[in-house]
């Protein structure tokens, strides 16, 4: 192994636990290396050199030395302040909800650049922007970046293409018409913005004010998450009032 | 990973179970443990041992004490208008350290933290609103910690507090007093602008 070697990289902070007297291990998504768990040291002092740069949210480009255990965090300058995530609770909550899916998704030791980039680029869609649909999105792509591309431009049974789309299956993986359905049932306005989010059309759907079927493509984005990595995500419900 | 007999095992995994200790270092206590003399070793069982006998949670503001109400909360010189949110008992040695405060305390045991699945309900906020019209608590300072969750935390409050007609401030944060202006980050250095105030 290449031990006290300095890796200079670009990362999205997950979530830090603390350690110690004034240390914290921040959990980061780095571009170059995946999931990397580092020590910040003396960062909960207030006269911490890195002050509020590492905490859950932030993307940094940090210098990391390669420690026996654990890396260190010797650098860490902010890239985006993600301001409107901070200051909005529920922008937070959903932000959190990103994070959480992209720490279980991602494993140490495991290289992944373009999961990297679409957090990036969602939380950026997010401090832009109040569309409802910009977490269900990112749950969405980050399933097909998994291999889990969901149907939905056919019924995922009989591969009919001609009919109308009626419900959706968790373990079917797609839409399924009104022969083959089971399932939850999906109204065709759902079946419309999914067809946007996976077909390419990505800003159409973003553009689309809070509906009824916004709110049914968010609700089967986190089913169909929590079915893929076999457990309930506690960000989404822990500020349901 | 089940490695060791019976007695050490056990000890291992009580260890792994404390905050910020990963099973690397509950191993390493461990060992520690093992090789000190038993008068060490028991002085710190002893220690525990004490503490979860005598000391608990005052009933009214959740900070360390040693019987229902903690010296805070029984002592009648304090004004009971006004109380101060933090999120562990350790806080209130640090704002009473500053002799600003005459108020009583609430001490929430945490802050919102959704990743870690830590919401309102897992927090001491029902107990909080109980306290209000009891207390008859005018004015909430809401001194939670600089940081994400502390000011999701605060921001969660200030909504649920504001339209119930009462006074509700946070701390403000900015520059540590003797640091040096450039070695400010830019979060720090923002609010400290944000919450500038005018030279009288
Ligand atoms: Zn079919
Ligand atoms: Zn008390």
């Keep these: 192994m290449s031990r006290g070697t300095l890796h200079r990289d670009e990362a999205v902070v997950l979530r830090t636990y603390k350690l110690g007297e004034a240390d914290r291990i921040v959990v980061l998504l780095t571009r170059g290396r995946g999931k990397v768990r580092a020590v910040a040291k003396g960062v909960r002092k207030t006269k911490s050199k890195f002050g509020g740069r590492l905490e859950p949210t932030s993307h940094v480009a940090v210098q990391l030395y390669e420690g026996r255990e654990l890396d260190i965090v010797t650098q860490a300058e902010t890239i985006d302040r993600f301001r409107a995530v901070r200051e909005d609770l529920d922008r937070f909550a959903r932000a959190s909800a990103m994070l959480e899916t992209a720490d279980q998704l991602a494993q140490e030791g495991e290289v992944n650049p373009r999961l990297h980039q679409m957090l990036v680029g969602a939380l950026r869609t997010l401090d832009a922007s109040d569309s409802p649909l910009v977490v269900p999105a990112f749950f969405w792509k980050v399933l097909a970046l998994e291999g889990y591309r969901p149907e939905v431009d056919a019924c995922v049974q009989c591969g009919a293409d001609d009919v109308s789309l009626v419900a959706f299956d968790l373990d079917a993986g797609g839409l399924l018409c009104r022969t083959c359905r089971r399932g939850q049932s999906v109204s065709p306005e759902a079946v419309a913005l999914l067809q946007m989010i996976l077909g390419g059309r990505l800003n159409e759907a973003l553009a689309v004010p809070p509906s009824p079927a916004t709110h049914e493509v968010d609700h089967l984005a986190t089913r169909a998450v929590e079915h893929h990595l076999e457990r309930r995500l506690r960000s989404v419900t822990v500020l349901d009032h | ?200």
């Design chain 2, 1 to 200: 990973m089940t490695v060791y007999a019976g007695p050490v095992q056990d000890l291992i995994d009580e260890l792994g179970r404390l905050p910020g200790v990963g099973p690397k270092s509950a191993q390493r206590i461990a060992f520690h443990l093992l090789k000190l003399p038993k008068d060490d070793a028991l002085r710190l069982a002893n220690a525990i041992a004490v503490v979860k006998d005598r000391v608990t949670f005052c009933h009214t503001c959740f900070n360390i004490s040693e019987g229902e109400r903690c010296g805070i909360c029984g002592d009648p010189r304090r004004d009971t208008h006004v109380v101060c949110v933090v999120e562990e008992p350790r806080d209130i040695v640090a704002v009473e350290k500053t002799g600003e405060f005459k108020g009583r305390y609430h001490v929430l045991q945490g802050a919102i933290s959704p990743i870690e699945g830590i919401g309102p309900d897992q927090l001491r906020v029902k107990e909080l609103l109980a306290r209000l019209e009891p207390e008859g608590i005018d004015e909430v300072i809401l001194c939670t910690n600089p940081n994400i969750e502390g000011e999701a935390t605060a921001m969660y409050l200030g909504r649920l507090l504001k339209p119930l007609g009462l006074k509700v401030t946070r701390i403000a944060s900015g520059l540590p007093v003797g640091g040096d202006l450039e070695y400010a980050d830019e979060l720090t250095l923002g609010r400290a602008l944000e919450g500038r105030r005018e030279l009288d």
